[in-house]
């Protein structure tokens, strides 16, 4: 049986997660809000940008953009001003498209069908996933760089796509890693976990929590190789 099949290895990755999440989760102002569109704002912001750097952006944008009328109302100029600092000079284009959908069509983010914003400007199957997760409160998992390292490593589960994050079959694994319950925290803490403990370079793995069942930890011990 491979470690992705054995619900003990399932269980132990799940709990421990959740229990490095109850001391490390790291605190961001966009985590405590659950309101729709500031969700949207959030995660779009998050693509591709290393959260410290949306930690200094995201209150100025909500700041000044506090609801959905004062979003439609922004310029480019507004949003150029605002994230300048945040590099993708295409995500203040996607958010003029948005922008306009939101005028053309009158939806508002809090009532809106969370599959209909799939295929808007810059929104893929990630962006999706969140907003269902930590606007709606849906169990489902979020599948992004961090998340795929961690899960790749400790089950040795090695995805047949180029990239996994395009893998129906990795996101059904990561779904069923999925706690009964916070979920939302889960996510978070896989998050985090991938980006302060199982980096991508010098990972943390003497002192992991995970480090008894990880496939990649054993592997390594057994070649003399062990990471501190």
Same mark, same amino acid.
């Given at each position: &049986? ?6 003990? /290895? ?7 997660? &959740? ?9 961001? $102002?966009? *985590? ?15 693509? @591709? ?12 944008? /909500?700041?000044?953009?506090?609801? #959905? ?19 993708? =000079?295409? @995500? =203040?284009?996607?958010?003029?498209? !948005?922008? %306009?959908?939101? %005028?053309? $069509? ?5 009532? /809106? %069908?969370?599959?209909? =914003? ?13 907003? *269902? ?6 169990? !489902? ?18 995805? $047949? %796509?180029?990239?996994? *994050? ?18 939302? !925290?889960?996510?978070?803490?896989? !998050?985090?976990?991938?980006? &302060? ?9 003497? $002192?992991? /929590?995970?480090?008894? #069942? ?15």
């Amino acid at each position: &049986m491979h470690s992705w099949e054995d619900p003990y /290895i399932r269980n132990f990755f799940t709990r421990k997660i &959740m229990e490095w999440a109850s001391l490390n989760l790291r605190q961001f $102002s966009w *985590r405590s809000d659950r309101n729709s569109y500031r969700v949207f704002i959030a995660e779009f912001l998050l693509q @591709r940008t290393k959260s410290s750097q949306v930690a200094a952006v995201y209150p100025k944008f /909500i700041s000044k953009f506090p609801t #959905e009328d004062a979003f439609k109302s922004a310029t480019s100029e507004d949003f150029e001003l605002l994230l300048k600092n945040l590099g993708l =000079i295409k @995500r =203040i284009d996607y958010l003029l498209e !948005i922008q %306009k959908k939101m %005028k053309a $069509s009158k939806f508002s983010f809090e009532t /809106i %069908k969370p599959m209909e =914003i799939l295929g808007w400007p810059g929104v893929g199957n990630y962006t999706l996933s969140a907003f *269902r997760c930590f606007a709606r409160g849906e169990r !489902i998992s979020l599948v992004d760089v961090n998340v795929i390292r961690v899960i790749s490593r400790f089950f040795h589960f090695v995805s $047949s %796509k180029e990239r996994p *994050r395009n893998d129906p079959l990795f996101w059904k694994f990561a779904d069923e890693l999925l706690p009964d319950d916070n979920w939302d !925290i889960y996510n978070y803490a896989l !998050i985090d976990f991938g980006s &302060m403990v199982c980096v991508q370079k010098n990972p943390k793995c003497f $002192s992991c /929590i995970l480090k008894d #069942e990880c496939s990649e930890y054993k592997e390594e011990c057994s070649s003399n190789k062990v990471r501190k």
